[in-house]
């Protein structure tokens, strides 16, 4: 055998479990979850098929002899049929999914700092511009070949707060739970979830100081109420490299790290990610 066809082979044989095992988050098709819906089998698709909910493109990779659409639930997302856009090849077409009902837990806080729970109207206003702004790096799209969905933990700690539960602060209700909160010491090294490009560095009044990694084809993490910032927006980061510190700046009770997962726009549980599964 020739030594190109050789290596070229060796390469193919390298490559295939890679593709076949594809690390997918769990299924779990509710409000706040990842519903992961079937499109097309790779034997008849050739081409990766493109997939949108509403406006917004979502992630489609192969599992095994499947193309699967990873579809992010937002919290607010109505129980029910639901349905994605499809375009395989030059046929469009629309795949049903139904996405069950989801009760969270409720959690009550106290903050002794009122001024983070009654906003003046400055502050008022300074959050409402926020909210915008990150509304708008949560729609980003940047197609990339590939995206790692085996998340990793940000940093080691006890699971404080999880993704969903539906808040209280001082007896007011307020917006539901759309992160993981880890319980970390101020400066404990946080580390990016999976390679990607930091999409933004921002100083938040709720968030306070925070990291956006965009890690390709809609999937964004984000870290909050850091103490420091180690990088800066465009800046390409490895899976595991540190990005900043923990700390609490922002609204927050107490040191910890809040974690967020965004997925076509979606806020999701980050807990599907971690310790990804393969879908058979
Ligand atoms: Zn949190």
Redesign the pocket.
């Known amino acids: 055998m020739r030594p190109l066809v050789a290596n070229c082979l060796r390469f193919i044989l390298l490559a295939l479990p890679l593709l076949a095992h594809a690390s997918l988050p769990e299924n779990s098709s509710v409000p706040g979850g990842v519903a992961l819906v079937p499109l097309c089998s790779v034997s008849v698709c050739a081409a990766a098929p493109q997939a949108w909910s509403g406006k917004q493109p979502v992630l489609v990779t192969a599992d095994h002899d499947e193309w699967v659409a990873v579809v992010g639930l937002a919290l607010d997302t109505t129980p029910g049929p639901h349905e994605l856009r499809v375009k395989i090849g030059e046929e469009t077409k629309s795949q049903q999914f139904a996405v069950n009902a989801k009760e969270y837990p409720e959690q009550r806080i106290t903050l002794k700092d009122k001024s983070k729970v009654d906003l003046s109207p400055a502050d008022e206003a300074r959050a409402k511009r926020e909210i915008a702004a990150i509304m708008k790096l949560k729609l980003e799209w940047r197609a990339t070949p590939d995206t790692d969905l085996a998340l990793m933990l940000p940093a080691p700690g006890e699971l404080a707060?999880r993704f969903g539960v539906r808040r209280f602060f001082n007896g007011e209700p307020r917006a539901p739970?759309v992160?993981?909160?880890v319980a970390v010491k101020r400066g404990t090294p946080v580390s990016a979830s999976a390679q990607g490009i930091v999409l933004a560095v921002a100083d938040y009044f709720f968030n306070g100081k925070t990291v956006f990694v965009d890690h390709g084809n809609g999937l964004i993490t984000m870290y909050?109420h850091l103490d420091r910032i180690d990088v800066q927006a465009g800046a390409a980061v490895s899976k595991g490299q540190r990005i900043g510190l923990s700390g609490q700046t922002g609204r927050s009770s107490g040191p910890?790290l809040?974690w967020s997962v965004v997925l076509n726009g979606a806020m999701v549980d980050p807990e599907l990610f971690v310790a990804a599964k393969p879908l058979h």
């Open positions: 707060s739970h992160g993981l909160d909050c910890h809040h």
